[in-house]
């Protein structure tokens, strides 16, 4: 399982994220994603523990705290689903 952390400040950093969720367990991996062209972090991150006891218990205990100024939300990350919107579909041949 990976946790979703929103809404966090922009001065957040990994080191940040791994003390405050070490506090639950060992964390394995923390992404903080960043916007492609201006090259800063987009606000939230993912953080994945060792095992999904201490998963839960971060969620339950850090969902809603207020850290860094900021009223963090929490939660079990859900699975990217892909939007061929985006990429359009040009495998299919266009009638005009």
Do not use: H
């Given at each position: 399982?990976?946790i979703?952390?929103?809404?966090?400040?922009?001065?957040?950093?990994?080191?940040?994220?791994?003390?405050?969720?070490?506090d639950?367990?060992?964390?394995?991996?923390?992404?903080?994603?960043?916007?492609?062209?201006?090259?800063?972090?987009?606000?939230?991150?993912?953080?994945?523990?060792?095992?999904?006891?201490?998963?839960?218990?971060a969620?339950?205990?850090?969902?809603?705290?207020?850290?860094?100024?900021?009223q963090?939300?929490?939660?079990?990350?859900?699975?990217?689903?892909?939007?061929?919107?985006?990429?359009?579909?040009?495998?299919?041949?266009?009638?005009?």
């Amino acid at each position: 399982m990976t946790i979703y952390v929103g809404n966090l400040s922009y001065r957040a950093t990994e080191a940040d994220l791994k003390a405050v969720f070490a506090d639950y367990g060992e964390v394995k991996r923390v992404v903080l994603p960043t916007d492609r062209e201006t090259g800063r972090m987009r606000g939230f991150a993912f953080v994945e523990m060792m095992e999904d006891a201490q998963e839960d218990a971060a969620i339950t205990e850090l969902d809603g705290a207020e850290w860094m100024g900021r009223q963090l939300r929490v939660n079990k990350a859900k699975p990217r689903e892909e939007n061929n919107n985006r990429r359009g579909n040009w495998s299919k041949k266009q009638e005009y």
